[in-house]
């Protein structure tokens, strides 16, 4: 059975730092895309980071760009996300992913729409407030 677990989540003050983990059992995802998503109250899930079975390249949305970095450790089966200079607007909670497909498919680039993802982790929450 597939399992995915998030931790790392917490409360930050802004312009603070937290980093995510992603421990996936069950299978070996090395050869698989992995992603992180994130939920705010009242909206629907967006895309937040994504990177490809060698590690690179990888994809992040435009909101996080600079600030997040994606990484993944293929002998632990697990995926990261470091995230910097967080303000209230990254408050949500946050999800990994593994897309079934990437292991089949030919694309360069790691997939970023959530409907290419096939197993998630239950989600760790972020807060970021003063």
């Known amino acids: 059975q597939v399992q995915l677990v998030e931790s790392g989540g917490g409360l930050v003050q802004p312009g603070g730092s937290l980093k995510l983990s992603c421990a996936a059992s069950?299978?070996?995802?090395?050869?698989?895309?992995m992603g992180w998503f994130r939920q705010a109250p009242g909206k629907e899930r967006e895309f937040v980071a994504a990177?490809?079975?060698?590690?690179?390249?990888?994809l992040y949305a435009d909101s996080v760009k600079g600030r997040f970095t994606i990484s993944r450790d293929n002998a632990k089966n697990t995926v990261y996300l470091q995230m910097n200079s967080l303000g209230p607007e990254d408050t949500a909670v946050y999800y990994c992913?593994?897309?079934?497909?990437?292991?089949?498919?030919?694309?360069?680039?790691?997939?970023?729409?959530?409907?290419?993802?096939?197993?998630w982790g239950q989600g760790t929450q972020v807060t970021v407030s003063s």
């Open positions: 992913a593994v897309s079934e497909e990437s292991y089949y498919s030919g694309n360069f680039m790691p997939f970023s729409e959530t409907t290419k993802y096939d197993y």
């Open positions: 990177i490809r079975r060698g590690g690179h390249p990888t």
């Open positions: 069950g299978r070996t995802f090395s050869s698989h895309d």
